[in-house]
């Protein structure tokens, strides 16, 4: 897998957002969280139910009302920090106009499975993970283990919403203690 310097603390980032996904297993999509954030800095990790692609999106538009929560989520953070965004094709893509090419963000969105019979031949090979606990790289054989989400954890209100209103959704990985980021619809100024 790639390896990136400075994705754990990154001390030329000011201001730095972090989707990340509650239910992906395949162990080649690592959680790369991040640490504890600098003075001046401001960073905010949240998780979001569904896997790889339900957060960060390239499903089927009509399947994409899940990662359009963490879409809206990352737009309005940007905005607040003066990152200047279309209002119209902001607005399209999520799904709060006429346009019918889009869906709006939607916590009773399709929950995909990314564990395929292909990666799991790749979860029966030894993989190498570093443990936090120890502060040493180990090895296991994944089996398609679900991703720990640390106590303390930040997670999207839609988690719990989605929770609520779907029987079978019950990620056995969430913390006892988290709180919740809230779910909020913001509007982008026109420039």
């Not at 990352?74 to 799904?95: F, T």
Request: proline share 8%; aromatic share 10%.
């Amino acid at each position: 897998p790639l390896k990136l310097p400075y994705t754990a603390q990154n001390p030329d980032l000011a201001n730095g957002r972090h989707a990340v996904s509650i239910d992906e297993r395949r162990c080649y999509f690592r959680n790369n969280l991040w640490g504890a954030q600098l003075p001046a800095q401001t960073i905010k990790q949240v998780w979001f139910a569904g896997v790889h692609s339900d957060v960060g999106g390239s499903y089927a538009e009509a399947q994409s009302g899940l990662s359009k929560i963490a879409l809206e989520w990352m737009l309005c953070e940007a905005s607040d920090y003066g990152l200047l965004i279309d209002p119209q094709k902001a607005n399209d893509v999520l799904g709060r106009t006429s346009s019918p090419h889009y869906v709006p963000p939607d916590a009773r969105g399709e929950l995909h499975n990314s564990l395929t019979w292909k990666w799991w031949l790749l979860e029966a090979l030894p993989h190498s993970y570093y443990d936090y606990a120890t502060k040493k790289k180990k090895w296991r054989i994944p089996l398609g283990t679900r991703r720990k989400i640390p106590d303390g954890s930040v997670l999207h209100e839609t988690v719990d919403e989605k929770r609520r209103i779907d029987p079978n959704y019950k990620p056995s990985n969430l913390p006892q203690d988290y709180s919740l980021e809230p779910r909020r619809a913001c509007t982008f100024p026109v420039v």
